[in-house]
């Protein structure tokens, strides 16, 4: 693939980012698809562009090459996902490229599904369409960790959500917790949860707080019924909750909820992408599973929203885990640290 010039590395560079901002606009609903866009360019002006917005409509390219019309032909595509391939619900996109004239495609990264991985790029290459790969790639990425890490793994991207106090502690010894963190941080919360193909908690968070864990924001900048509902997995080894209509705990009201009663966490978030195609789980729990999942090393990405108070030794811990000794103890980087409301969200990555 050729190499270009630094003139021609800042104009793709450019139109990349331009084609990751039309990705966001599908970020909370092309589940369990990945959130893909696409841009059209002849010499430096956009004719065309789209994003993949649900399972089962066109992707990215045939709403851009559409939005483009007769100006396709000759035009530079940058699409931040590899073209697909093959026909699933939808024809091949590298086809489509094809078929319209485009005479170049900009690709930020490779997809790493079985039923692409090069393929794409090969097919345009065939039909003699000039393509580069590796433009804005880890930016692109981060649209859809979950996706790209069930490709290659088999496993869900894990985000783990503590909201705690100055001193760590998440409860009064009572139970009492609502609330500790700020609206803006619920708020923020709520984008977490529209990503998530499953929420995960455990049988005493349903009892002590009886959450609802559902997407209910008006200011996620789509219509909240475009919004896949996140599948909410309950731990109850004690098979303490099951399904009942009438039950004072919403969560056991849902028929579709999932209880697991097994020990193995591995085998379940297995199960989650093998099944339910759920490539990005939250896991909004208590001490005793937030230090299950850290334990076991299965979280990719912890989120504390830190409360500018202090509750005190008798309150609760914000994780269930102790180490004999420091060379025991878990680290992480801080990936990014902003103020949200009067809290503070600390996003962390472990090492």
Same mark, same amino acid.
């Given at each position: 693939?050729?190499?270009?010039?630094?003139?021609?590395?800042?104009?793709?560079? !450019?139109?990349?980012?331009?084609?990751?901002?039309?990705?966001?606009? *599908?970020?909370?609903?092309?589940?369990?698809?990945?959130?893909?866009?696409?841009?059209?360019?002849?010499?430096?002006?956009? =004719?065309?562009?789209?994003?993949?917005?649900?399972? *089962?409509?066109?992707?990215?390219?045939?709403?851009?090459?559409?939005?483009?019309?007769?100006?396709?032909?000759?035009?530079?595509? !940058? =699409?931040?996902?590899?073209?697909?391939?093959?026909?699933?619900?939808?024809?091949?996109?590298? $086809? #489509?490229?094809?078929?319209?004239?485009?005479?170049? =495609?900009?690709?930020?990264?490779? @997809?790493?599904?079985?039923?692409?991985?090069?393929?794409?790029?090969?097919?345009?290459?065939?039909?003699?369409?000039?393509?580069?790969?590796?433009?804005?790639?880890?930016?692109?990425? #981060?649209?859809?960790?979950?996706? $790209?890490?069930?490709?290659?793994?088999?496993?869900?991207?894990?985000?783990?959500?503590?909201?705690?106090?100055?001193?760590?502690?998440?409860?009064?010894?009572?139970?009492?917790? &609502?609330?500790?963190?700020?609206?803006?941080?619920?708020?923020?919360?709520?984008?977490?949860?529209? &990503?998530?193909?499953?929420?995960?908690? +455990?049988?005493?968070?349903?009892?002590?707080?009886?959450?609802?864990?559902?997407?209910?924001?008006?200011?996620?900048?789509?219509?909240?019924?475009?919004?896949?509902?996140?599948?909410?997995?309950?731990? /109850?080894?004690?098979?303490?909750?099951?399904?009942?209509?009438?039950?004072?705990?919403?969560?056991?009201?849902?028929?579709?909820?999932?209880?697991?009663?097994?020990?193995?966490?591995?085998?379940?978030? &297995?199960?989650?992408?093998? &099944?339910?195609?759920?490539?990005?789980?939250?896991?909004?729990?208590?001490?005793?599973?937030? +230090?299950?999942? $850290?334990?076991?090393?299965?979280?990719?990405?912890?989120?504390?929203?830190?409360?500018?108070?202090?509750?005190?030794?008798?309150?609760?811990?914000?994780?269930?885990?102790?180490?004999?000794?420091?060379?025991?103890?878990?680290?992480? /980087? !801080?990936?990014?640290?902003?103020?949200?409301?009067? @809290?503070?969200?600390?996003?962390?990555?472990?090492?």
């Amino acid at each position: 693939m050729p190499t270009p010039n630094h003139a021609q590395a800042a104009q793709d560079s !450019y139109f990349m980012m331009l084609a990751i901002e039309q990705a966001k606009r *599908g970020q909370y609903t092309a589940r369990p698809n990945p959130a893909v866009g696409c841009v059209l360019v002849q010499g430096s002006e956009v =004719v065309g562009e789209g994003f993949h917005p649900q399972a *089962g409509q066109p992707h990215a390219e045939v709403f851009a090459l559409k939005d483009a019309g007769a100006q396709a032909v000759g035009a530079t595509a !940058y =699409v931040t996902l590899e073209p697909c391939s093959h026909t699933g619900r939808t024809p091949p996109c590298a $086809l #489509a490229l094809i078929n319209a004239g485009v005479k170049r =495609v900009v690709i930020a990264g490779l @997809d790493p599904n079985p039923q692409v991985a090069g393929s794409g790029v090969s097919l345009l290459q065939e039909a003699g369409i000039e393509v580069s790969v590796g433009i804005l790639t880890a930016q692109a990425e #981060a649209l859809n960790r979950g996706f $790209l890490k069930a490709m290659r793994t088999q496993m869900p991207y894990v985000r783990l959500k503590i909201a705690t106090s100055l001193d760590g502690r998440t409860a009064m010894a009572t139970g009492e917790s &609502k609330w500790i963190t700020s609206p803006a941080a619920r708020e923020d919360v709520q984008q977490l949860r529209a &990503k998530s193909g499953a929420i995960i908690t +455990g049988s005493a968070t349903v009892i002590s707080d009886n959450p609802q864990l559902n997407v209910r924001s008006t200011q996620l900048g789509v219509v909240l019924e475009q919004i896949p509902t996140p599948m909410i997995i309950v731990l /109850d080894r004690r098979e303490r909750l099951s399904h009942d209509l009438q039950s004072d705990y919403h969560l056991c009201r849902h028929a579709d909820t999932i209880y697991w009663r097994e020990d193995n966490l591995h085998e379940l978030l &297995k199960m989650l992408v093998s &099944k339910h195609q759920c490539h990005e789980v939250l896991v909004e729990a208590g001490a005793s599973v937030a +230090g299950s999942f $850290l334990s076991q090393q299965l979280v990719d990405e912890l989120i504390v929203y830190q409360a500018p108070c202090v509750l005190g030794s008798q309150a609760r811990a914000m994780v269930d885990f102790n180490p004999l000794s420091l060379a025991q103890q878990l680290r992480f /980087d !801080y990936h990014s640290l902003e103020k949200v409301g009067t @809290d503070i969200k600390l996003t962390l990555l472990p090492i």
